[in-house]
């Protein structure tokens, strides 16, 4: 089967830095997307990675170690519309989307 | 950017009953998804639906339960059969466009069933 493991909840101020983990027990693996949802809207994409290192977009990168079964997102300059739901996925051979639980932000002033 | 549309934006159902949803992606997809997220929670995937092919249910789910059809390349449904409250979620569908790694998801179905 397929479980990834990620934080419930992480509070940080605005202007800060801020890394959310997320451990995964997949076979086929392909890649690891993090995913963002505000509250009432859609998931919405923000990175993927298939292979070692680190991906950087803007404020957030992605991180991921294939043999270590690890990854993390990293915000960074926070503001307060990075308050949201944060969800890693693992893509595997067949095409599809496995959802972490997802970890709540709170970003304070 | 990619759109992907979905009928009802949500709906009140009475228990017993059936929903059908409908997922429009504006261009051509080999696989569909569909997902349910209950309030706070993670996305469930229901199944995968691809054009030509019986949906591939995940564990848990059933087609009697839900069933689903993919007519061609861009539309998919989704029904709830014979609802009860436990059915109450919000049930998103998903496809990944253009061969990117980037799955864009519909702006969800919030379904209540009293």
């Known amino acids: 089967g397929q479980s990834l493991e990620q934080p419930s909840e992480v509070t940080a101020v605005e202007g800060a830095i801020v890394q959310i983990n997320c451990t995964y027990q997949?076979?086929?693996?392909?890649?690891l997307s993090w995913y963002q949802q505000h509250d009432g809207g859609a998931p919405t994409f923000l990175s993927y990675n298939a292979l070692d290192g680190l991906e950087e977009t803007g404020r957030f990168s992605s991180f991921l170690s294939r043999s270590d079964s690890y990854g993390y997102l990293l915000l960074q300059e926070l503001q307060m519309k990075d308050s949201a739901s944060y969800f890693c996925?693992?893509?595997?051979?067949?095409?599809?989307?496995?959802f972490g639980q997802g970890t709540t932000l709170q970003v304070k002033p | 950017s990619a759109v992907i549309s979905q009928k009802p934006s949500r709906d009140i159902c009475q228990r017993g009953t059936s929903l059908t949803i409908q997922c429009q992606v504006d261009?051509?997809?080999?696989?569909m998804f569909w997902y349910r997220q209950q309030p706070g929670q993670s996305l469930t995937l229901i199944a995968t639906a691809n054009q030509g092919s019986e949906a591939t249910y995940e564990s848990g789910f059933v087609i009697d339960k839900f069933p689903i059809s993919r007519p061609n390349l861009t539309f998919s449904t989704l029904t709830v059969s014979n609802m009860s409250p436990e059915d109450s979620s919000i049930y998103l569908c998903?496809?990944?466009?253009?061969?990117?790694?980037?799955?864009?998801f519909g702006p969800g179905t919030r379904l209540t069933v009293t």
């Open positions: 997949t076979s086929g693996f392909y890649g």
């Open positions: 998903s496809a990944f466009i253009g061969g990117s790694y980037e799955q864009y």
């Open positions: 261009s051509q997809v080999t696989m």
């Open positions: 996925a693992v893509s595997s051979n067949t095409g599809k989307l496995i």
